[in-house]
Nanobody
């Protein structure tokens, strides 16, 4: 089993920044992808960003169009932690943010991920 714990959410004004963290513990393997998804009230869950660590310790990342240029995903191999740096935040970024893990390459649908964190609230005020 894998446990994921998110942290770093909060309230910020439009234009501000937040950094989310997702720490993985338990049984992990050398090649996996970790993704960030978000769900706003009344909306479906959507893909935000994902990063894949290959067996050669090479990182690949991908982003939703709505966050490209504003959000950056990164990983700390030693800590089994993934970060989501969110800059130039907009009110429409307000949502509960979830991290998720799957073994293998990056996928963009939530059902393709096997493990999920509990979520962390991000609120951007205008």
């Amino acid at each position: 089993q894998v446990q994921l714990v998110e942290s770093g959410g909060g309230v910020v004004q439009a234009g501000g920044s937040l950094r989310l963290s997702c720490a993985a513990s338990g049984r992990t393997v050398s090649s996996y992808s970790m993704g960030w998804f978000r769900q706003a009230p009344g909306k479906e869950r959507e893909f935000v960003a994902a990063i894949r660590r290959s067996t050669e310790n090479i990182y690949y990342a991908d982003y939703a169009d709505s966050v490209k240029g504003r959000f950056t995903i990164s990983g700390n191999n030693a800590k089994n932690t993934v970060y989501l740096q969110m800059n130039s935040l907009k009110p429409e970024d307000t949502a509960v943010y979830y991290c998720a893990l799957r073994y293998g390459s990056i996928r963009y649908q939530g059902y393709e991920y096997d493990y999920w964190g509990q979520g962390t609230q991000v609120t951007v005020s205008s």
